[in-house]
């Protein structure tokens, strides 16, 4: 059998086949990955346009499996974090926590400060690698939390280094409860980010921190995380590293990573 023809056969084969069970399985997995609060199984029948005999076996081996969980006193199911678990297991994301963690280990020894990593997936980013500082007060963020695009230093990298075909699908991604897109202040990022080569914000989620961020890039040139930095001084001068030093070290540990990835 030729090449050509092998090919024709594997294609047949792809377009052809199916698994209704299955297809009823990942179709109630993506539903529900859009929705951070769940759904009841009536809300889940209308979606998908399926009858509850249908779905309900399914949700049961689901729940059973802890793919998807009914919290107490709630009648609506929702995603656990075993998909964000299993991700982890993928090679391109244990690769990079691997090479990651001894260098940002030495980064948050060097500035006495926390940092973490953090990758694009379904609308938002996901902090994979976490490093507390050495400090006796820290401040860190929690491993697998989420980053919305939009008003965080990692959002904006990812944003703002993501081609521009790229980009428009990540903002159609967004959740719901996120902070959606404007315009012109996305416009604004993008160019901002784009000209300086990094990101430096007062976080909107905690008073007196300034997260400073860079990308990191794979061997196709396209950034593959995030590292941030969430800055904290203190009054009494105990920190000895200053917000400008940080940055030289931030970014030559960006800059370190990617050349571990290829780039």
Known sequence: MTEKNTTKETGSRKKHYSAPALEKGLDLLELLSYEVDGLNIAEITRRLDKSV???????????????????????RYRLTLKMFSLSNRFPPIKRLTSLANPLMQSLSYTIEQSCHLVIYYEGKGHVIVQQDSPSTRIFSVRLGAEAPLMNTCS???????????????????IPKSHPKPNKK???????????????????????????????????????AAALVVPFIGFLDGSRLVSSDSAHEKIKATAEDMSRLLGY
Do not use: C
């Open 53 to 75: 005999g249908e779905l309900f076996r399914m949700l049961a081996v689901l729940e059973q499996r802890g793919f998807i969980e009914m919290p107490m006193g709630s009648d």
């Open 155 to 173: 959002g904006h990298l990812l944003l703002a280094f993501s081609s521009p075909e790229r980009r428009e699908l990540m903002l159609k991604r």
């Open 185 to 223: 202040a996305l416009n604004n990022i993008v160019t901002k980010i784009a000209e300086q080569g990094f990101e430096k914000i007062i976080s909107a989620q905690a008073q007196g921190v300034e997260d400073i961020g860079y990308p990191v890039f794979d061997d196709t040139g396209q950034i």
